[in-house]
T-cell receptor, first 113, second 114 residues
C-alpha cells in the first residue's frame, strides 16, 4: 500500500530564509503527488500538484516542489519565507485518479521574526 | 464560485449520542471525500462518494457512515459517539476527471465529544 512520510514534525526558520520541507512516498509506479497547507482552524489549501511531465512544479504563494523518482521524494521549497507562511504543511499521494489520497503526518512550520 | 461548505462548523455532543455532518461540494464536483483529523493520528481517510455510490472506504468502524445525494451533497454520520471521536472532520470535493484527483477542502466541522 502507498504511504507518505514527512520526517520533520516541526521546522523553524527565520523570516526571509529559504525553506525545504521533506516528503518521501512509497509506491511502485509514478504516483500523483500533492502539497497542502493548513492554517490554524482552517481547512486544507492546495499548494501544488504533480501528475506527470516536468518534475519541477510551481505552485501558489511562491512555493515549488521537485519530484525525484530515484529518491521517491517530493520536497517542497520556497526561496524566502514570510511570517504568513507559518502553518502546517501536508504532503499527499494518490496512486490513480480514482484512488483515495493518503496524507503524511504533516510538518508544522514556525517562522522567527 | 463558492468553495466546499461544511455545516455545522462547531458542535459538542455527549458520549453515546449520534451526529450528522453535512457537506456541499463545489458546484459541478461529483466526488466527495471525508477525512478525520486529530493531533495524534493526523489526517485519516474515512470514505469517498461518487455519483451517490461509496467508491472507497478507510479503516473506520461501522459507527461511521455516509451518503451522497443526487445533487452531490454529502452527509456523514457517527453513531454511539466516543470521546476519541473528537476531531476536525474535513470534507473535500473533486471533479474526478482525467486531470487527476485534485481535491478541494472545506473548513471542517469541529466535533467535541464530552
Amino acid at each position: 500500500a502507498q504511504s507518505v512520510t514527512q520526517p520533520d514534525i516541526h521546522i523553524t526558520v527565520s523570516e526571509g530564509a529559504s525553506l525545504e520541507l521533506r516528503c518521501n512516498y512509497s509506491y511502485g509506479a509514478t504516483p500523483y503527488l500533492f502539497w497542502y497547507v493548513q492554517s490554524p482552524g482552517q481547512g486544507l489549501q492546495l499548494l501544488l500538484k504533480y501528475f506527470s511531465g516536468d518534475t519541477l512544479v510551481q505552485g501558489i504563494k511562491g512555493f515549488e516542489a521537485e519530484f525525484k523518482r530515484s529518491q521517491s521524494s517530493f520536497n517542497l521549497r520556497k526561496p524566502s519565507v514570510h511570517w504568513s507562511d507559518a502553518a502546517e504543511y501536508f504532503c499527499a499521494v494518490a496512486t490513480n485518479r480514482d484512488d483515495k489520497i493518503i496524507f503524511g503526518k504533516g510538518t508544522r512550520l514556525h517562522i522567527l521574526p | 464560485k463558492a468553495g466546499v461548505t461544511q455545516t455545522p462548523r462547531y458542535l459538542i455532543k455527549t458520549r453515546g449520542q449520534q451526529v450528522t455532518l453535512s457537506c456541499s461540494p463545489i458546484s459541478g464536483h461529483r466526488s466527495v471525500s471525508w477525512y478525520q483529523q486529530t493531533p495524534g493520528q493526523g489526517l485519516q481517510f474515512l470514505f469517498e462518494y461518487f455519483s451517490e455510490t461509496q467508491r472507497n472506504k478507510g479503516n473506520f468502524p461501522g459507527r461511521f457512515s455516509g451518503r451522497q445525494f443526487s445533487n452531490s451533497r454529502s452527509e456523514m454520520n457517527v453513531s454511539t459517539l466516543e470521546l476519541g471521536d473528537s476531531a476536525l472532520y474535513l470534507c473535500a470535493s473533486s471533479l474526478a476527471t482525467s486531470s487527476g484527483n485534485t481535491i478541494y477542502f472545506g473548513e471542517g466541522s469541529w466535533l467535541t465529544v464530552v
